[in-house]
């Protein structure tokens, strides 16, 4: 069982910054990716960035591409989701993931899901 708690969501306006946080717990893979997808009320679940755990490797998708950081901390079994120049169109839940393998952005290919935590963007 790994468990995946997400923090650092909340309520600012467009412009602004927030940082996410994912930490998880429970079984360790040797390799592994972690990613982060959002969903807005009406939408489907979208990729937004994705981590390997054992070397930098990064992927991010084109909406977010120069605004959004994703970065790790292996000895905390941390990964973060830095957010800047926020947008209305940024809102929604934003959920971390796990999946056993190398990075993909398709959502029902990973393994472990989060909670998620709401971030709101006010215009």
């Known amino acids: 069982q790994v468990q995946l708690v997400e923090s650092g969501g909340g309520l600012v306006q467009a412009g602004d910054s927030l940082r996410l946080s994912c930490v998880a717990s429970?079984?360790?893979?040797?390799?592994?990716?972690m990613g982060w997808f959002r969903q807005a009320p009406g939408k489907e679940r979208e990729f937004v960035a994705a981590?390997?755990?054992?070397?930098?490797?990064?992927y991010y998708a084109d909406s977010v591409k120069g605004r959004f950081t994703i970065s790790r901390d292996n000895a905390k079994s941390t990964v973060y989701l830095q957010m800047n120049s926020l947008k209305p169109e940024d809102t929604a839940v934003y959920y971390c993931?796990?999946?056993?393998?190398?990075?993909?952005?398709?959502?029902?290919?990973?393994?472990?899901w989060g909670q998620g935590t709401q971030v709101t963007v006010s215009s």
């Open positions: 993931a796990v999946r056993v393998g190398s990075i993909v952005t398709i959502a029902n290919i990973y393994d472990y």
């Open positions: 429970g079984r360790t893979f040797s390799r592994h990716t």
């Open positions: 981590i390997s755990w054992s070397v930098d490797i990064t």
